[in-house]
């Protein structure tokens, strides 16, 4: 039998959930959880999606992911092939570590998106020793969003969801985490609808969006001409120039923008620069980021790029 198609909206907010095979720990120790985390910032860096909440438990995560307009599959595929290459060298191991594909639920109620970061950060209540502190679970977002800790490399992105609550900073956290608190025992999602009433601003919900979407269906040659404007020079023919190493930078940029911003799997990128293996490919599109992340030139091309092209980014 076919699998059933996964319900896939780059510009819709997902509940994304991973839970490892039967018989397997997915994170032994905090090492384990930390490592998953820094994963997650990487590919949303290199992704340029946003993830509002998150919590990792010992054999399952949940995720509410933004993919601002990005491909999910390609962002978890990423995540947790990385992850379990990890895990199976740690621990000399081999076969998966995640049961079959990742679940996701693309949360086209915009009031619901509370009721699911809620729903998250109540997930440690049946761990004993933090049954009536869920805000105290390191490895979950809640404490950002209280303003606990700030070592979550960065993931996290609270605004969006406590703006639902009120304008103050300080006031959003009390009514989010009264709300989370009340979610707590709660089964039937209508009393969910009723809460989210009583605590957000004006006693009224009002849907306030401040996320970002960057659609993914430029051009390779737009991405080229982006490249050449923010690097400020004309670079001729450098997309099939590989030992100059000025070029060869630029052509990692631009494979790797490619992979991000046309949407593009290797395959795609092996046709356009032509004479390259899929694995070169990724080895060129990794090149880019790096030189993307450390190189000063090179630091501030997103948002250049986009501003170049920024008709299609809203």
């Known amino acids: 039998m076919p699998r059933i198609a996964r319900i896939k909206d780059p510009d819709t907010v997902h509940h994304v959930m991973c839970r490892s095979i039967s018989e397997l720990t997915l994170f032994k120790n905090y090492k384990d959880k ?6 997650l910032a990487l590919y949303c860096e290199k992704f340029q999606c946003s993830i509002l909440s998150y919590c990792l438990m010992d054999t399952h995560v949940h995720i509410q992911l933004d993919p601002r307009g990005s491909d999910m599959s390609k962002f978890m595929h990423g995540v947790n092939l990385c992850y379990a290459q990890y895990y199976n060298k740690k621990y000399r191991r081999h076969g998966h570590v995640f049961q079959g594909r990742f679940l996701s639920r693309a949360v086209f109620d915009d009031v619901y998106n509370l009721v699911v ?11 004993p020793d933090y049954r009536d502190a869920v805000h105290t679970y390191p490895y979950s977002s809640y404490g950002i969003y ?9 993931l996290a992105d609270p605004d969006f969801i406590l703006s639902q609550f009120a304008n103050d900073p300080k006031e959003a956290m009390v009514k989010y985490a009264e709300f989370v608190s009340s979610c707590n025992k709660v ?22 969006s401040e996320r970002v979407v960057i659609y993914r269906d430029y051009s390779p040659h737009e991405i080229l001409n982006a490249v050449e404007s923010a690097l400020r020079t004309e670079i001729p023919n450098f997309i099939n120039v590989k030992y100059n190493r000025s070029l060869s930078d630029a052509r990692a940029v631009s494979a790797f923008l490619m992979r991000c911003l046309c ?37 501030n091309i997103y948002p250049e790029i986009l501003d170049f092209i920024k008709p299609k980014a809203s």
């Open 34 to 39: 930390v490592k998953y985390l820094e994963l």
């Open 117 to 127: 970061s809620a729903y998250i950060h109540n997930n440690p209540k049946d761990i």
């Open 146 to 154: 209280l303003g606990n800790y700030d070592y979550d490399f960065g």
């Open 187 to 208: 089964t039937q999602k209508e009393k969910y609808y009723e809460l989210i009433d009583d605590y957000v601003k004006n006693d009224k919900y009002a849907y306030k």
């Open 263 to 299: 949407d593009f799997t290797y395959k795609d990128i092996c046709k356009t620069l032509g004479n390259i293996t899929a694995s070169q490919a990724a080895k060129l599109c990794n090149k880019g980021y790096e030189l993307i992340k450390s190189i000063p030139k090179y630091q």
